[in-house]
């Protein structure tokens, strides 16, 4: 019977070993973690910091590398930004258990075009303790993405930086703000959009990372931005339906205000239309431009030349949107048809072996926006290609056979050729052209 009494007690003064144990480990947990918040609190020189730790909190680094085009990272808790080398360090007790592998990511949605890829700069993400401390602390989300890439073309610049950044903010960010963090941009390319940019986060500075001087601190991060295609946003892929005509009313609201005067609001009569002109180093020039001007002022136009590359983006959208009918050369320049009124008119000058973008990029997007859409197919006698290969040869003949769809061979059509458009064809276009701008004329007033 002792032996037994013995044994029991033994047993329950282990029990309540254990229990004392849990019961100690439990408060040294809560006393290291509360510890650890006013360390950090110290660290990061921060007066107020009320960003609410949790003690089981596992703010993390997460990347989806799925996707065809871009790739995209999240980091679920605060974020510390070291603009000097531009690394993003996770914030929280979570830093101890973790191994300190950093990640790296291009954020530019481009990501296997090796050309447009040289142009940004690789972010590091990591969970390693940061050496700096929080100089200004923000209560917003940061969206850090890349203006780098094919800048300098509006094409690009709208395809791979504004409309994705729409896709972005209306899929994670569709009901709070969001603080963008702009790596690679150029002065002048903050200059060119700062309407725009301010479109999108009205409520906040941009922060340009080669301009920074002081740490920034965020709740959290998306690094990278989401793409849907070319000139694409699908609708069954956002919480929100929104489609292209979204975004074209969202540049509408960037660029024109209640009291924003339209250009040349007085034509006498006549329907204007816009002539984008592609002039300086480029390629698909319209060597014969007057002779074209001429015959479109002949048909009852009023023409105005549009140099895209002499012209702010506030007077473009003014001048454009206020216009009846656009005409150019397949090109970035066609990308301001995204200023058009809905029920205006997009000609397009298509040239040998680029079927497929003029398609993909610029007509298209009119069944979205509401355009009406004319095409005008240059033939081998307009082609300067012509002079170089032979009208008859398999590059003008069937240029998908003879490119191979390598991309050497692809630039010729876009990097090599200029037109000599066919007047007398090509009247009949502009007559076609005319008659629909008078109809919309008369349905606007």
Not at 10 to 31: D, G, P
Not at 117 to 135: F, Q
Not at 228 to 235: E, F, K, S
Not at 313 to 337: E, K, W
Request: aromatic share 10%; with cysteine.
């Amino acid at each position: 019977m002792g032996e037994a009494k013995t044994a029991r007690l033994t047993k329950s003064a282990a029990c309540f070993a254990v229990l004392v144990f849990i019961f100690i480990l439990q408060v040294t947990m809560i006393r290291d973690a509360a510890m650890w918040k006013v360390k950090l609190s110290h660290m990061l020189s921060v007066s107020q910091w009320d960003w609410e730790w949790d003690v089981n909190s596992s703010a993390t680094i997460i990347c989806d590398r799925s996707h065809k085009e871009f790739d995209m990272c999240t980091m679920n808790g605060p974020t510390l930004l070291d603009h000097s080398s531009l690394t993003l360090f996770t914030l929280g007790p979570h830093t101890w258990a973790q191994p300190h592998i950093p990640v790296k990511i291009h954020p530019y949605p481009l990501k296997n075009d090796k050309t447009a890829i040289s142009y940004v700069r690789e972010v590091t993400l990591t969970s390693a303790p940061p050496k700096s401390h929080c100089d200004v602390m923000h209560h917003t989300p940061a969206l850090v993405f890349s203006a780098g890439g094919y800048n300098g073309n509006f094409y690009h610049e709208i395809n791979e930086n504004f409309i994705p950044l729409f896709i972005t903010i209306n899929s994670l960010f569709p009901d709070q703000d969001v603080i963008l963090v702009i790596t690679d941009g150029m002065p002048w390319w903050f200059q060119k959009y700062v309407e725009l940019l301010s479109t999108f986060s009205p409520h906040h500075k941009i922060i340009n990372t080669n301009n920074l001087t002081t740490i920034h601190c965020f709740p959290s991060a998306i690094i990278g931005l989401l793409k849907h295609g070319p000139m694409i946003i699908d609708p069954k892929l956002l919480p929100y339906p929104k489609t292209l005509l979204d975004f074209y009313e969202f540049l509408k609201n960037a660029y024109i205000k209640h009291d924003t005067p339209l250009m040349y609001p007085n034509n006498k009569g006549k329907p204007r239309l816009v002539l984008v002109s592609r002039s300086g180093n480029v390629s698909r020039v319209i060597l014969n431009q007057g002779e074209v001007i001429k015959a479109a002022e002949e048909v009852g136009f009023n023409v105005h030349v549009f140099e895209p590359r002499n012209t702010s983006m506030a007077n473009a959208y003014r001048l454009i949107h206020s216009s009846h009918v656009m005409l150019g050369v397949h090109g970035a320049g066609l990308t301001h048809s995204l200023f058009l009124s809905r029920g205006s008119v997009l000609v397009q000058v298509v040239p040998i072996g680029t079927n497929w973008a003029s398609r993909t990029y610029y007509e298209k997007p009119t069944e979205i926006l509401g355009l009406e859409y004319i095409e005008y197919k240059i033939e081998a006698n307009e082609s300067s290609l012509s002079q170089t290969y032979g009208a008859n040869s398999l590059a003008i003949k069937d240029p998908e056979t003879f490119h191979e769809d390598k991309w050497a061979k692809k630039r010729i059509y876009l990097k090599k050729q200029n037109v000599k458009i066919d007047i007398t064809r090509f009247r009949k276009c502009l007559a076609k052209a005319y008659e629909k701008a008078k109809i919309f004329m008369n349905s606007i007033g």
